[in-house]
């Protein structure tokens, strides 16, 4: 089915801004004569309508999964009660699985250059995270008040060179705030970063509506303190939408370690000019490697490269029961593998089965 398809029998189309337990928020594209008849009548039914819907039984039994950003088709719509029911879901234009959330067209990636510091470790893993999607990302620095035009300069020159042009930012100051919005307009955003950088209160100033939480940064640990709790819309003033993210210190390194290079921009550029001697290339200690040498984030690849062969590895053990080695955490986020013991042979007899044994000895010496 399509959206042409569905518009020619006049059935209600909407976007799902929000999950929460088995209701779902949708917002409906327009208003058809029954709602500007509603509206006439009460003047403080939402423009666009929105309705607390649950999904018909049909979806749940084939298993089809309604989404943030998701477009879907709603029935029997309630408009007194502001009630409906969700009918079919639209095919998306792309899905992610953290955050799970459906026709994301790009990824907002917002830092702090100051309180907290800006970490280029973390914040390479942040995008690699983000390229590994394959939507385009957008690199916003919030803070920018607080450091000289001098160190600006000099952290923008940087990441020319990591292959990204960062937007610089002051959410406090109100510095270059509507040059980012630019960005945002016609297209559903995914704005993610490490806690305490400023996202809910950049939401907060684009979209007066939001009235987002917004926490303060530890000064022990010069963390901020999360304060998203799940996924949500919010429609921007100029079209488009931006969905606000439960926020993560540290993205999983779930790719497939021989693709990640690819996810480093200037790794890039210079597989586009030579190729490596083999296919299977991991850049690392092979010959007349193409990628291998001076960039600055080299030694990112390798760390990135040994955590995506860690995972690899365990997934694999973990699909093959006949494995002899485990993953064991030795703490302080550190780990090895060890042997397996065999099943229940090193296993300590309970009490109730040593005396078990022994009774069944009694009987056979009697």
């Known amino acids: 089915m399509t959206g042409e398809n569905f518009a020619a029998t006049e059935v209600l189309l ?5 999950v929460q337990a088995n209701f779902y928020r949708v917002q409906l594209d327009q208003e058809d004569g029954e709602i500007r008849e509603m509206r006439e009548q009460d003047s403080h039914l939402p423009h666009p309508p929105l309705l607390l819907c649950t999904r018909r039984t049909r979806l749940k039994k084939i298993g089809q999964q309604v989404m943030v950003g998701d477009r879907v088709v709603v029935e029997e719509p309630d408009w007194a009660g502001g009630r409906g029911a969700i009918a079919d879901v639209l095919p998306r234009q792309s899905e992610l699985d953290r955050p799970a959330i459906a026709n994301v067209n790009q990824i907002l990636l917002v830092f702090a250059v100051a309180d907290p ?85 950049l939401i907060n100033t684009l979209i007066e509506s939001a009235k987002l939480r917004v926490g303060e940064v530890s000064g022990k640990l010069a963390r901020g303190r999360h304060t998203t709790r799940h996924i949500e819309l919010f429609e921007l003033p100029n079209g488009g939408m931006l969905a606000d993210t439960p926020g993560f210190n540290q ?31 991991l850049h690392r200690d092979e010959p007349e490697c193409a990628v291998r040498g001076d960039w600055e984030r080299y030694e990112h690849y390798l760390e990135f490269l040994s955590d995506a062969i860690a995972r690899q590895t365990q997934l694999h053990q973990q ?36 005396l078990q044994d022994l009774q069944e000895l009694y009987r056979d010496e009697e």
């Open 14 to 18: 909407g976007t799902v801004l929000a």
């Open 319 to 354: 699909a093959d029961p006949e494995s002899t080695m485990k993953l064991k955490s030795k703490g302080k986020g550190q780990s090895q593998y060890e042997p397996k013991l065999e099943s229940k042979k090193y296993r300590r007899i309970s009490r109730k089965t040593q």
């Open 251 to 281: 993205p999983d390194m779930d790719c497939i370690p021989e693709e990640l290079i690819h996810y480093f921009p200037e790794a890039r550029k210079r597989l586009a000019v030579a190729s490596c001697r083999f296919s299977d290339c």
């Open 117 to 201: 510091p800006l970490e280029p470790y973390q914040l390479s893993r942040f995008l690699i995270k983000a390229e590994s999607t394959g939507l385009d990302v957008l690199l916003c620095l919030n803070k920018s008040d607080l450091i000289s035009p001098q160190e600006q300069q000099q952290i923008s020159d940087r990441l020319l060179g990591w292959g990204y042009e960062p937007i610089f930012i002051s959410v406090k100051d109100g510095i270059n705030t509507d040059q980012a919005t630019k960005y945002l307009s016609s297209k559903i955003t995914v704005i993610a970063g490490p806690s305490g950088v400023g996202k809910s209160s």
